[in-house]
């Protein structure tokens, strides 16, 4: 409707960037999605909570079509991938950034070839104006130029976790998966970590999906939490709302953990 494009802004915001509905998804007989439905909003930040093995990781990676599904579907910047053309597939793939849980990077390259893989892969440029826009990509998530030539081992884990942020904003994405980004660092790197998503989503008006166990990003970066339980969501809503859940598993992970 043309008074509905007069408001892009409001409109934008309630827009699904992703819409996933009846999503079955199993390995051998055993069901992990049984009927899961969830809308990613552009310009959110989604947090996504669930006990260990619940199917976090999954549902990312099936939403990635990386894990194949049983039945339902997901709709991708108002395509469905399953219906679309090898061209139309690499055109929504290189939309999205992934930091993956077991994200590590390749040990072979250096930090600067780590952030240009996806661009090699989607982008042709030559080497010198690759080397500049990693370099920017570097910038952005807080590191310094000289990281750019240091090797992974060289790195610290917080660093590590900045670069394959930086190599998953490296094609310019309109969304960043992240899987439990900041596990395995100390609190304060985590904190760090958070307010760097914070600036990025403000500034680039970017939408995150982020798989995390941590109260902090939880409490002070997601706009909207969705918590996964028997293969569906439990509940899906704001920090306020889903505090004042009844349900034992979402009451005991709010209120029985260090809050
Ligand atoms: P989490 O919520 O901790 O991220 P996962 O999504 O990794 O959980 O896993 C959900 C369940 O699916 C687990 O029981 C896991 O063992 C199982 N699973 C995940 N990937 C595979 C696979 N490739 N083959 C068989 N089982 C898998
Ligand atoms: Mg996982």
Same mark, same amino acid.
Not at 200 to 222: A, E, I
């Given at each position: 409707?043309?008074?509905?494009?007069?408001?892009?802004?409001?409109?934008?915001?309630?827009?699904?960037?992703?819409?996933?509905?009846?999503?079955?998804?199993?390995?051998?007989?055993?069901?992990?999605?049984?009927?899961?439905?969830?809308?990613?909003? *552009?310009?959110?930040? =989604?947090?996504?909570? $669930?006990?260990?093995? &619940?199917?976090? +990781? @999954? #549902?990312?990676?099936?939403?990635?079509?990386?894990?194949?599904?049983?039945?339902?579907?997901?709709?991708?910047?108002?395509?469905?991938?399953?219906?679309?053309?090898?061209?139309?597939?690499?055109?929504?793939?290189? *939309?999205?950034?992934? =930091?993956?849980?077991? $994200?590590?990077?390749? &040990?072979?390259? +250096? @930090? #600067?070839?780590?952030?240009?893989?996806?661009?090699?892969?989607?982008?042709?440029?030559?080497?010198?104006?690759?080397?500049?826009?990693?370099?920017?990509?570097?910038?952005?998530?807080?590191?310094?130029?000289?990281?750019?030539?240091?090797?992974?081992?060289?790195?610290?884990?917080?660093?590590?976790?900045?670069?394959? #942020?930086?190599?998953?904003?490296?094609?310019?994405?309109?969304?960043?998966?992240?899987?439990?980004?900041?596990?395995?660092?100390?609190?304060?790197?985590?904190?760090?970590?958070?307010?760097?998503?914070?600036?990025?989503?403000?500034?680039?008006?970017?939408?995150?999906?982020?798989?995390?166990?941590?109260?902090?990003? #939880?409490?002070?970066?997601?706009?909207?939490?969705?918590?996964?339980?028997?293969?569906?969501?439990?509940?899906?809503?704001?920090?306020?709302?889903?505090?004042?859940?009844?349900?034992?598993?979402?009451?005991?992970?709010?209120?029985?953990?260090?809050?």
């Amino acid at each position: 409707m043309a008074a509905e494009r007069d408001e892009p802004g409001r409109n934008a915001e309630r827009e699904p960037l992703i819409s996933v509905r009846d999503l079955v998804v199993g390995f051998g007989d055993r069901l992990v999605l049984n009927g899961l439905n969830l809308d990613i909003m *552009r310009g959110e930040i =989604l947090g996504f909570i $669930g006990p260990s093995g &619940s199917g976090k +990781s @999954v #549902l990312t990676r099936t939403v990635l079509g990386l894990t194949p599904k049983q039945s339902g579907s997901i709709t991708t910047f108002g395509v469905d991938l399953d219906e679309a053309s090898r061209a139309d597939r690499r055109a929504v793939e290189r *939309r999205w950034g992934v =930091l993956f849980q077991q $994200g590590a990077l390749f &040990s072979s390259l +250096s @930090v #600067l070839q780590n952030v240009q893989v996806p661009m090699r892969e989607y982008l042709k440029l030559s080497d010198g104006l690759m080397d500049e826009l990693a370099m920017l990509k570097l910038e952005m998530v807080g590191l310094k130029p000289d990281v750019g030539e240091k090797s992974p081992s060289e790195l610290s884990g917080g660093m590590i976790k900045r670069v394959a #942020l930086a190599r998953a904003l490296a094609l310019d994405p309109d969304i960043v998966f992240l899987d439990e980004p900041t596990s395995g660092l100390d609190p304060i790197g985590a904190q760090d970590f958070d307010e760097l998503i914070s600036t990025l989503q403000k500034t680039l008006g970017l939408t995150v999906f982020m798989v995390t166990h941590d109260l902090g990003s #939880l409490y002070s970066v997601c706009d909207r939490i969705a918590a996964l339980g028997d293969g569906k969501i439990l509940k899906a809503g704001t920090i306020d709302e889903m505090l004042e859940s009844d349900d034992p598993w979402l009451k005991s992970y709010f209120h029985g953990k260090r809050a």
